[in-house]
């Protein structure tokens, strides 16, 4: 046997040596046992990264990662301010017309409580002040002004009635005045008017007790809030004779109140036969069929226009409305028999011209 090493040997150890230089890197030295023999340059395996590279790449993850948290935080951060913002806008939107008027009516009644020529009777709840030129005043009331070119005469020829109006005559046996209570309270911000009807030079064997329910229907919530000392509220209570004659009157109080987040506008309607001096259960005076429904809906829509509240109840709906005394609206005027209902946001009428047939038959 020949001891020296065949061609085909030395190629074998060759390959053995440098597999183990790649596999088993010299961890001294990393670097020296990575380059392989005939290279210029140094080589890494595939399954060794280098120290220095690995904290390399480690300190750039973290920088990418701290860049993402900081952007998302700046995403939520825009986006809930946007939310914030539109949520302001809309709240905004919603603030109901009545506070401006309110603000507005306030600062006019501290004016004239600050007037030297305005005195208020507490005893009589009454304001007296001056008068501006053209206009007519009762000493009563500041806001009683009168201007007969734009007040509105109901007239049996009318189409419709067109809005609340008094229709108080002089050649009856009786007659109709009207009296005020006034309260205001700056620092509980409170303000209340309340108008109310009496009865008065007349000799009706019921006078007193009318006179009385009159009082009392268009003083119901100064007595209710009153009694609560409640702050932050304003009432205004404004009264219609709508009609009178020897048989009978009709008198309707138009209420509006205001209390924090709180809003409420009707009509309370109060009709006396004079006869009994009996004050008329609304639901008493008409019969709630669907054809009166369907007939105040056609009427409406021909009187008011497009009303949505309206348009979304069904003949049902207005029926139980009618058949409910605190919802029903009813009262007589020189144009037909006004006919309506009170709704949540609101109150709406229509003239009923020919509404014997409508009555409840007794």
């Not at 480690?58 to 939520?76: D, E, R, S, Y």
């Not at 006004?338 to 109150?347: A, I, K, Q, S």
Request: charged share 30%.
């Amino acid at each position: 046997m020949n001891g020296d090493k065949t061609m085909e040997e030395k190629l074998k150890e060759k390959v053995e040596t440098t597999e183990e230089m790649i596999t088993e890197p010299n961890q001294e030295n990393p670097q020296e046992a990575q380059d392989l023999p005939n290279s210029p340059y140094p080589q890494y395996s595939p399954l060794y990264i280098p120290e220095e590279n690995r904290r390399k790449n480690n300190k750039i993850t973290v920088a990418l990662i701290i860049i993402l948290i900081f952007c998302l935080i700046c995403g939520m951060i825009i986006a809930v301010s946007k939310l914030v913002e539109a949520a302001v806008n809309e709240a905004s939107a919603e603030i109901p017309a009545w506070k401006e008027t309110y603000t507005e009516w306030k600062e006019e009644l501290a004016d004239l409580l600050a007037s030297d020529d305005t005195k208020f009777d507490e005893d009589k709840g009454e304001f007296s002040g001056p008068i501006e030129d053209g206009e007519e005043y009762d000493g009563k009331n500041p806001d009683e002004y009168v201007d007969d070119g734009d007040s509105y005469v109901p007239k049996p020829e009318d189409k419709y009635y067109v809005e609340l109006a008094d229709s108080i005559c002089d050649d009856l046996s009786y007659s109709v005045g009207k009296h005020n209570y006034s309260y205001f309270d700056e620092k509980k911000g409170v303000s209340i008017w309340v108008e109310y009807a009496q009865i008065e030079d007349g000799n009706l064997a019921f006078e007193d007790k009318i006179n009385e329910a009159l009082q009392d229907g268009a003083m119901y919530y100064a007595k209710k809030f009153g009694a609560e000392d409640v702050s932050d509220f304003a009432l205004e209570v404004s009264t219609y004779v709508t009609y009178m004659d020897e048989e009978k009157l009709s008198v309707v109080v138009d209420e509006r109140y205001y209390w924090e987040t709180d809003e409420k506008v009707d009509l309370y309607c109060m009709n006396f036969d004079l006869k009994t001096g009996a004050l008329l259960y609304n639901t008493s005076i008409i019969e709630p069929t669907e054809k009166l429904a369907d007939a105040f809906r056609e009427m409406s829509e021909f009187q008011n226009g497009y009303i949505e509240a309206l348009d979304e109840m069904t003949d049902k709906e207005i029926c139980e409305f009618f058949s409910d005394e605190s919802t029903l609206i009813v009262f007589y005027t020189p144009v037909g028999l006004e006919v309506g209902l009170n709704y949540p946001n609101g109150w709406i009428t229509a003239t009923m011209k020919d509404y014997e047939k409508y009555l409840n038959k007794l």
